[in-house]
């Protein structure tokens, strides 16, 4: 093993866990029920949509069945950068016009205050720290990419939004080569499993009944089909995001896509005094395989990337392992952004899997003729987007069965949105792993030969994995 990846705990579902402990365990079904809704999958998604509709309808009879634990998935090993991003907004706004796309913004940045707003309700203490989000270019191409991108963000209507040249993102954050960045208010960041499983049990307390250890191996209208009996209901709804294709007919919705993080040790004052980050920023950068990073309550720095973004049919990792080559890379970019952080050691590595839909554009749908709803396809935005998708469903379930009428929501443009699947093996495997080759190729030549035009590379990346 190299050093970066040498004593280092790998796995373990994640970092989180390791610093709040594991759930004590939730029985699980115990045979054939019934109920009023039922949910699979015990995320963010599928613990809000629980919490939301109870709160709107108590008589409601809600389960939720969850394979292994709540928080088991992306939910419980996320970088906790609670923000105002959602996949698919520029697709939603070539087919259903600029103004359907800045509702759907303006629902977003309401997103990231709710999420803060219902945890404290609930004394739900997630570490959250609402210090906005910084995106930081260090390459000439990367900041034509980041102008751009802060000129197309204002044109949504955050005009709260910040740009900064070297100085200005220096004061906030020192990071290495910087030449300039973006800013939103609209981002916190937090502590992923607090939230989950503060969540659960805020659900539980409501009256929702959750059984944990409970795979549905199959979801058809009124029926959640698992080993040891099927729950059925009017409204099923499917909330398994990046293990979705384990579903039976599932295959080929949603790509399991592989993102993996790392958390150093916690950092001397010294070694925060010499990088700033006074502010608990999110922080990301403008690369094509992108980097995320927050400061922990305790602080760490977890930092992440894609790492080996997909495994060949689908498969989803080992409880949260990942490669010792992964935790190099992620080692490395750590330093690049902080060289006087080359020697800190890094103590946890994990990955975990997110749903990506073949034209990587979020949806939430309730079919009105089956009753089976589901959201998801967040690629790498989930954290906020669950808890609209979440509302949004409870609106359209409450419109479907007659508790209410339509909503702001339920006109949002990615409801009801229908995508095809992906391509069978070997063309899926093929095509991501083409693309992620494609973008490093990309990002190393933006940083080996600055020019300030996007490597044509990652253009032509983009057209072939259908992101644009
Ligand atoms: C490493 C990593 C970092 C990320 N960082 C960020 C970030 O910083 N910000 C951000 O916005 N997003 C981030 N994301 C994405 C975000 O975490 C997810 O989009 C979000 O958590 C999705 O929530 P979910 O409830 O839909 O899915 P999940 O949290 O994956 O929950 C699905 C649940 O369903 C259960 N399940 C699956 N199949 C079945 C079945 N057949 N039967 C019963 N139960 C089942 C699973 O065990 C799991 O608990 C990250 C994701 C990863 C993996």
Sequence with gaps: MNSAASGVVNGGISFWYADDGLPAPREPLAGDATADVVIVGGGYTGLWTAYYLKKAAPFLRITVLEQRFCGYGASGRNGGWLYNGI????????????????????????????????????????????????????????LARLKAFHEHELSFGEKDRELYGARGTAERIRVAHAVGSSWTPHGARLQPVKLVKGLAAAVEALGVTIHEGTPVTEIRPKHAVTPYGTVRAPYVLRCTEGFTASLKGQRRTWLPMNSSMIATEPLTDAQWAEIGWEGCEALGDMAHAYMYAQRTADGRIALGGRGVPYRFGSRTDNDGRTQAATVEALHDILARFFPSLAGVRVAHAWSGVLGVPRDWCATVTLDRATGLGWAGGYVGSGVATANLAARTLRDLVQQDSGQAGGSDLTELPWVNHRVRKWEPEPLRWLGVHGMYTTYRAADRRELTAPAAESSKLAQFADRVAGRH
């Design 87 to 142: 996949a698919g907004r520029d697709r939603y706004a070539r087919l259903h016009g600029h103004e359907a796309a800045v509702r759907l913004q303006k629902a977003m940045n309401e997103t990231v205050a709710e999420v803060v707003r219902a945890a404290e309700e609930e004394g739900i203490d997630a570490d959250v720290r609402v210090g906005g989000v910084l995106e930081v270019a260090y390459t000439p191409a990367q």
